[in-house]
């Protein structure tokens, strides 16, 4: 079975300093990996994704992510963050195959210090 | 734009009633989900549908059930509600992977539900 480890409930990092979300999987098949992000009384949007090729993926707002099979790891990073980045971000794999259902992690609450 | 439409954003119930919440999206997607989301617990997949009238379990289940009689309509229904069901509930839809789709989901903006 599939499984999300997000390391850290709550990350607060200062206006500009370098933003480090910490996601562990776990998946039996080659995964696709996703960070989604959550906005106070919003829903969930597609920050960015892994599926194959290039291990380092590039999305929205100047977020990356690195996928490292030999760690099962996705972390994901900011070389700046900004006040609009404080929310909730989720790191989500699922299964290349199928339905598509997506396993979450329990999420990190990303605070922005002035 | 994808857009999925959760028709209520906050609801509130009592113990016992029997509660809908309903989902629409408009892209054609073949698959639905329902997840419930809690703090320290992050989503939980209730529900998904891949297909008009089929419907899977997932995770979590007990205490709800499922409908989609369109492809576009997904409703979630509670029983019989009960406080520990107090919760936010969160749609999505996805178009698979047919066609070298990647199967990101595109979520509603959630319903608030407190069971009194």
């Known amino acids: 079975a599939q499984s999300v480890t997000q390391l850290g409930s709550h990350v607060s990092v200062s206006e500009g300093a370098l933003v480090l979300l910490r996601c562990n999987y776990s998946s039996s098949v080659p995964p696709y990996l996703f960070w989604y992000v959550q906005y106070p009384n919003q829903g969930l949007q597609l920050l960015l994704k892994y599926t194959t090729g290039a291990t380092l993926v590039k999305g929205i707002n100047g977020f990356e992510a690195e996928f490292k099979k030999s760690e099962t790891s996705f972390h994901l990073t900011k070389p700046s963050a900004h006040m609009s980045d404080a929310a909730e971000y989720f790191c989500a794999v699922s299964e290349n195959q199928g339905a598509q259902k997506l396993v979450f992690g329990q999420g990190t609450r990303l605070t922005i210090n002035p | 734009d994808v857009k999925v439409t959760q028709s209520s954003r906050y609801l509130v119930k009592r113990t016992g009633e029997k509660v809908f919440l309903e989902c629409v999206q408009d892209?054609?997607?073949?698959?639905m989900f329902w997840y419930r989301q809690d703090p320290g617990l992050g989503l939980r997949l209730i529900y998904f549908s891949y297909d008009v009238k089929m419907k899977e379990k997932g995770d979590i289940p007990e205490g709800y059930s499922v409908s989609r009689e369109k492809k576009e309509r997904f409703s979630l229904i509670l029983e019989s509600a009960s406080t520990n069901q107090t919760s936010m509930y969160l749609c999505?839809?996805?178009?698979?992977?047919?066609?070298?789709?990647?199967?990101?989901?595109?979520f509603g903006e959630g319903s608030r539900l407190t069971v009194l």
């Open positions: 892209m054609d997607h073949e698959n």
């Open positions: 999505a839809s996805t178009l698979g992977l047919a066609g070298g789709r990647t199967g990101e989901l595109f």
